[in-house]
């Protein structure tokens, strides 16, 4: 009698899916990229930015603080996605204490980061639209009391992750269970999945985002306005050559492209996921999910995470590309000549003796330089003092 077997087959896994695939070569490709980018971007960015031209400039204070804080962002949130892929180990498992101040530090220092943006982008409103002003209102101490004022709310905004999330124990008749980092009471939970993502959607994306395009709008109508008021005065008295104009468009061109490209760099990375945060009890049923399902939830976070952190990364990127006193600041970096400061610098010849170099041998030519840029900056409406355009 001849005996017949029968196979059972076997379910697909969800490591068996392309997109589970995909969503790992994410993971492990780009988050040591973009850790070692930014690291390295940010860390010459606060060098560039603390030299002495360039720290006299509140902008700057703003900048090298951003720098900082996305460091932060790069090492709480991208490192431990990186390690859970790559060691299968979750850094908030190991403590409820590490788990809440993780979370806190996570969402703060994103947030942290959107509206630092938002304040550069109002110290350049207030230099362009009131420079009178500038001077009073855009100081040092008065950025550092912003800068606090804004960590302080963002704190505060998310210090509900220190008391809403902890280590769950299910106790099901001789056996226990733990779930770590989780909502510690069910009204917790329905505040974090159902109203939480659009409070965070609001701070994260959508208020930074309107107040960056609006500031951004406002100085470049008040840019192309003091332009064509400044050609004029110009033509009045005689300075109008077709170098000289073409010299302050590249100028205008340069600050424009910088706000343009810092606010669509902004949008585009950080949008993504403040919008799968909203969809995602939407989207994915977790009780019913399979494992197809459960690779595309895999592979969409990786992507939208991806999306995110690249914006922390890039910043020195977008100087570089952007900013001509920045470039000029790097390239004296790196120089090995010292750079001799026009008013105070001599040399010594053989007989000991000090002579005035080059620069103060013609002193008639550098006051009138020095004036024709003060005349340029006062048809435009800005303190000669404060020209942050090209930063």
């Known amino acids: ?56 400039s509140t902008v700057s204070l703003y900048l090298v603080v951003l720098a900082v804080v996305d460091i932060l962002v790069l090492y709480t949130g991208l490192l431990r996605q990186w390690l859970r892929v790559l060691q299968g180990t979750d850094l908030r498992n190991l403590h409820p204490l590490l788990c809440k101040v993780h979370v806190w530090m996570v969402y703060f220092s994103l947030d942290f980061s959107s509206w630092l943006l938002v304040a550069v982008t109002l110290e350049r409103f207030v230099s362009v639209w ?35 999330l902890g280590d769950v ?22 505040f974090a999945n159902t109203i939480w993502p659009w409070i965070d959607l609001c701070l994260f994306c959508l ?23 400044r050609r004029r005065h110009d033509a009045n008295i005689g300075l109008s050559n077709t170098q000289n104009i073409k010299v302050r468009s590249s100028k205008t061109s340069s600050m424009t492209v910088m706000l343009l490209t810092t606010n669509a760099v902004f949008l585009v990375c950080t949008s993504p996921i ?5 969809g995602e009890v939407y989207w994915f049923d977790y009780a019913t999910l ?61 007989n000991s003796m000090l002579q005035p170099t080059a620069s103060q041998q013609a002193p008639e030519r550098q006051e009138a330089e020095v004036t024709k840029k003060q005349v340029n900056l006062a048809v435009v409406g800005q303190d000669p003092r404060t020209d942050m355009s090209d930063i």
């Open 1 to 56: 009698m001849n005996s017949t077997t029968s196979s059972t087959p076997v379910s697909p896994q969800v490591t068996d899916y392309l997109e589970y695939k995909a969503a790992m070569v994410l993971w492990r490709v780009f988050s040591p990229g973009l850790i070692v980018t930014g690291t390295l971007g940010n860390v010459m960015s606060i060098a560039v930015l603390t030299r002495k031209s360039m720290r006299q």
């Open 274 to 278: 403040s919008i799968f945060l909203i």
């Open 290 to 350: 399979q494992p197809r399902g459960e690779a595309m939830y895999l592979l969409t976070w990786a992507t939208v995470n991806v999306f995110m952190y690249t914006n922390n990364s890039i910043n020195f990127l977008l100087y570089c590309i952007s900013g001509s006193r920045f470039r000029e600041a790097l390239r004296g970096l790196f120089s090995r000549r010292r750079r001799i400061h026009p008013t105070a610098s001599f040399t010594r010849n053989d």
């Open 130 to 164: 009131f420079p009178h002003s500038v001077k009073r209102m855009c100081t040092r101490t008065t950025a550092g009391v912003i800068i606090a004022g804004i960590a302080t709310f963002l704190l505060a905004v998310n210090s509900h992750f220190l008391y809403g």
């Open 207 to 229: 208020l930074p985002f309107l107040f960056l395009i609006t500031g951004n709008v406002a100085i470049i109508v008040k840019v192309c306005i003091s332009n064509r008021k």
């Open 169 to 190: 124990v299910y106790r099901s008749g001789n056996s226990t269970s733990i779930q770590h980092c989780a909502s510690l009471w069910s009204g917790y939970e329905t």
